[in-house]
């Protein structure tokens, strides 16, 4: 592993941490386990996200359940090239925090031959209704399709 990218996870490892205890300590976890997720039905948002869980071999992290939504919304992988691009693609859809400006900066500085992936998801995400201040947990039994059709669709249901 090369010095770059270990340095870009101890960042993300420690910002994520550092994120949901000083900007989301407001938030509520959502109080739902991988397992409690894959009991959803087949295709469902719930379900769905219950799979990215144990395939990707991650576990619930409490307050950031929303932002693996959006990996699975969006079919945005989870490299870190990926992580960074998901940045790029909250803040065309209208998202603004210190963290994600700060993800995009330190991202583009590190990996710079992305740059052209950050600007394609960038122009993503503002094509796409706005979705980054949903909150998704009300949605776990909504099917993963109509939810990627409804935020590519120029009129957004979830209001």
């Given at each position: ?7 870009m996870l101890w960042l993300y ?27 959803f039905p087949e295709g469902s ?115």
């Amino acid at each position: 592993m090369n010095l770059r990218l270990k340095f870009m996870l101890w960042l993300y490892d420690w910002s994520q941490v550092v994120y949901a205890k000083v900007f989301k300590r407001n938030k509520k976890a959502w109080g739902i386990s991988k397992s409690e997720l894959l009991s959803f039905p087949e295709g469902s948002l719930g379900r769905a996200l219950g799979e990215f869980y144990q395939t990707k071999g991650f576990d619930v992290m409490p307050k950031l359940e929303n932002h693996d939504v959006f990996h699975i919304l969006t079919e945005t992988g989870t490299e870190i090239q990926d992580e960074i691009a998901m940045q790029y693609l909250l803040f065309g859809n209208g998202k603004r925090s210190l963290y994600l400006f700060s993800m995009i900066g330190i991202g583009t500085v590190l990996y710079p031959e992305f740059l052209n992936y950050y600007v394609k998801t960038y122009y993503k995400g503002k094509s796409f209704a706005k979705f980054h201040d949903t909150e998704f947990k009300e949605f776990l039994d909504i099917s993963v399709l109509y939810l990627r059709s409804s935020i590519r669709s120029a009129h957004y249901l979830f209001v």
